[in-house]
């Protein structure tokens, strides 16, 4: 099972300058903790320290926000998760 | 007087005469100073019906109490007028260092009346104010406008705010320049500058803002300084500056491509923060007073496109590239630094440059309608050449320069072509699938037209403890992280609004407000705000104060004929649609309930006009008595 997670550049820092990768897991926070396996120093750019999504991020699964309990939503193999920040303005 | 200077300027130039005032008590404490003493002006001192490029029409330049002093990006001013685009609000917003000189001097605001018989500016230094001849600077582009005065005045120091041969010649899509590359300027203000014969104003100021609690303000200033720096979000815009929307809203669908129909750019990598500091910027630049210093100094080396300048942003690039079908980054440099010398609006000019190319994309405009200019998608050379014609008004020029509504009344069935809200162009973004609604509502009801900075786009209540107290903390988070519903929408831009229009009557930065990326929030900004100026406020209390100065420019629309029908978006906006790449629009029945939302909120009735009591509760009993007379 191959899931696709795109960062968004704000976390590239955290992960080697890696944006795109493939990852396993069931859930959405499965894959993430995939990727925080390989880039421990990604944790702090994706988790509170509760565990919780950091506020700003936004998570859209296959195109569309996974929101809300983005972390326990099911993916499947194929899927695309994107991270994306939460922003506006010009 | 703490904070404030306390003092302002009555300049009549149609008979040359300068009047010192003090600041009133009620300006200071209910409108703070920047855009809410300016608008508070204009509602109160402008005739009904007059011509915006006539002498009737006011002009005034505001700073805050916190300009001059250390709180964090303080390095802004405002300049006002009525509307030479719609007849409402014309307002505009910039940084630089002007602002701390004008308070060095000992100045809050300006206000100009009538019209000089020819050309002037208004020399200040310090507490000597005089009106000059500006014959050696008119018809001068603004480089030479600032060397020539430096000269003139022998003050190397000068701190200068002018005009370009485009507001000499009253083009409304003109922007007022401070520092050269710092522009503001929605509506026509500069047109409007030009339309008094006022070039310029250069100010010299060797006073200080006095601080009430000055122990205190810059522990406080430390702290905020401290957060600003510890956030990952401001550690990326200082490398990257506004420059890192261009990829994010490409992925996100809403990077506005080719005159707003599409939301991907197949050039945007060309176009990115990393593409540009690669090959053109040379170093870090940053407004007085800012931790955060997001812009660059930057060359371009081909002679072809050569310039050396300063500045370039998100709000230069779109216009003058996705907007344009171009991605040629030294094109689009060397654009922008025509528009900064000539005075040009890269927003106004670009979106009306983008709506003509639609025109011709479709057949509306042809070689012999543009004396000659191939206006396809993408013809960066074409456009070089258009621009200097805008501003001068010779030959197909003069058509653009009065901004793509007025543009569409000379070409038969453009109107098609249009992407307007109250004869503003919609400016920044498209609204595609990754965006949220609140960011049309924001296009749809902001007080100068559409408007990508008085709330809903740039989202400054994201992470706010008060949209949370509103909608609930699941309420609050979804309202933001599910953009394409409505819910909460309403709640989400009001609070926007009043966060707006109080930072830009502080005249503080909207890139360090907001607290989702660890911006100041509302109650940061009131400790730092009753430090410096010892007029105790909550956060609460500021954005009362926010919400009144909203509603004054909601009555000066209102004024203007204004209503619930113009609070609307362009119609290919106004449709959802599903496309390959996702979903586009909103459903106009959503949008509707979206809007009926927002004025409940806001205490408006059905038509958006402001209920008695809520102007009652705003501390404005003679407005709710008496204003529609106004209108
Ligand atoms: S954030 Fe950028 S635009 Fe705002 S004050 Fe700082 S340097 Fe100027």
Known sequence: MSIKLILDPILDHLTGNTREMEVEGATIGECLNAAVSRFPSARPGFFQPGGELIDYLNVLLNGKSAFPDELNKKVKDGDEIRIVLIVGGG | ?631
């Not at chain 2, 479709?362 to 993408?378: A, F, I």
């Not at chain 2, 909207?510 to 990326?517: D, I, Q, R």
Request: charged share 25%; with cysteine.
């Open chain 2, 1 to 631: 007087m703490n904070g404030w200077a306390g003092q302002i300027l009555r300049v009549y130039l149609t008979e040359g005469k300068i009047v010192k005032e003090p600041l009133s008590e009620e300006m200071r404490l209910k409108y703070i100073g920047g855009r809410g003493a300016n608008s508070k002006v204009l509602f109160d001192e402008l005739k009904p019906g007059i011509d915006a490029l006539g002498p009737e029409n006011i002009f005034c330049v505001g700073v805050g109490p916190l300009n001059g002093t250390a709180f964090p990006a303080s390095s802004r001013w405002t300049v006002s007028s009525k509307s030479a685009v719609n007849e409402g609000l014309s307002d505009g917003n910039g940084g630089g260092d002007f602002s701390t000189e004008l308070k060095f001097a000992g100045y809050d605001q300006m206000i100009f009346y009538g019209r000089s018989p020819k050309p002037v500016y208004l020399y200040i230094n310090d507490k000597h104010v005089e009106l000059r001849d500006a014959s050696k600077v008119w018809g001068k582009g603004t480089h030479q406008t600032n060397a020539l005065l430096a000269q003139e005045l022998r003050e190397p120091e000068l701190r200068v705010m002018c005009i370009g041969q485009a507001g000499e010649n009253q083009v409304r899509v003109s922007k007022i320049m401070t520092n050269i590359t710092r522009a503001g300027g929605k509506g026509g203000v500069s047109a409007v500058m030009g339309s008094k014969n006022l070039k310029a104003i250069a100010v010299r100021g060797t006073g200080s803002v006095k601080i009430a609690k000055p122990k205190e303000f810059h522990q406080a200033v430390k702290k905020a300084y401290g957060k600003i720096m510890a956030s990952p979000f401001y550690n990326m815009f200082r490398q990257e500056g506004s420059l890192f929307l261009i990829k994010r809203y490409h992925e996100l669908g809403s990077l506005p491509t080719r005159n707003l129909q599409a939301g991907y750019f197949e050039g945007w990598e060309k176009l990115t923060s990393e593409a540009f500091e690669k090959q053109f910027a040379v170093k870090h630049k940053g407004c007085s007073a800012c931790p955060i210093s997001c812009a660059h100094y930057f060359q371009v080396k081909d002679p072809k496109y050569g310039v050396y300048s300063e500045s370039n942003e998100y709000g230069t690039t779109y216009p003058l590239g996705p907007k344009l079908g171009i991605d040629n980054l030294p094109a689009i440099l060397h654009m922008q630094g025509i528009c900064d010398d000539l005075g040009l609006d890269t927003h106004a000019c670009g979106n009306t440059v983008a709506f003509a190319m639609e025109c011709w994309q479709r057949g509306l405009l042809t070689l012999k309608d543009t004396d000659g200019l191939d206006l396809s998608w993408g013809n960066a050379d074409a456009i070089i050449k258009l621009l200097p014609r805008i501003a001068y008004r010779q030959g197909f020029g003069d058509v653009l320069a009065d901004g793509s509504e007025k543009s569409a009344q000379k070409i038969p069935g453009s109107q098609i072509c249009l992407k307007t809200v109250k004869g503003v162009e919609v400016s920044a973004l498209f609204l595609g699938k990754g965006m949220n609604f609140v960011q049309g509502l924001g296009y749809a009801t902001a007080t100068r037209g559409a408007d990508h900075l008085r709330g809903g786009v740039q989202m400054y209540a994201t992470g706010s403890r008060r949209l949370k107290e509103t909608l609930g903390v699941e309420g609050a988070a979804a309202t933001i992280k599910n953009p394409r519903s409505i819910e909460g929408k309403g709640v989400f831009l009001g609070l926007d609004q009043k966060i707006s229009a109080l930072f830009n009557s502080l005249n503080i930065c909207a890139w360090a407000v907001g607290g989702l990326f660890g911006g100041l929030e509302p109650d940061e900004i009131a400790e730092l705000y009753s430090l410096a100026t010892g007029e105790n406020s909550s956060g609460d209390d500021l954005l009362t104060t926010g919400e009144r100065i909203y509603n004054i420019e909601k009555m000066i629309q209102l004024r203007a004929g204004f209503r619930r029908k113009d609070d609307t978006l362009p119609p290919n906006f106004l449709k959802m649609e599903e496309t390959p790449r996702g979903p586009t629009g909103i459903d106009k029945t959503e949008f509707d309930n979206m809007l009926s939302q927002y004025y409940e909120y806001m205490g408006w009735d059905y038509d958006g006009i402001p209920k008695a009591e809520t102007l009652v509760r705003l501390g404005l009993p003679d407005y709710a008595a008496g204003y529609r007379k106004h209108a």
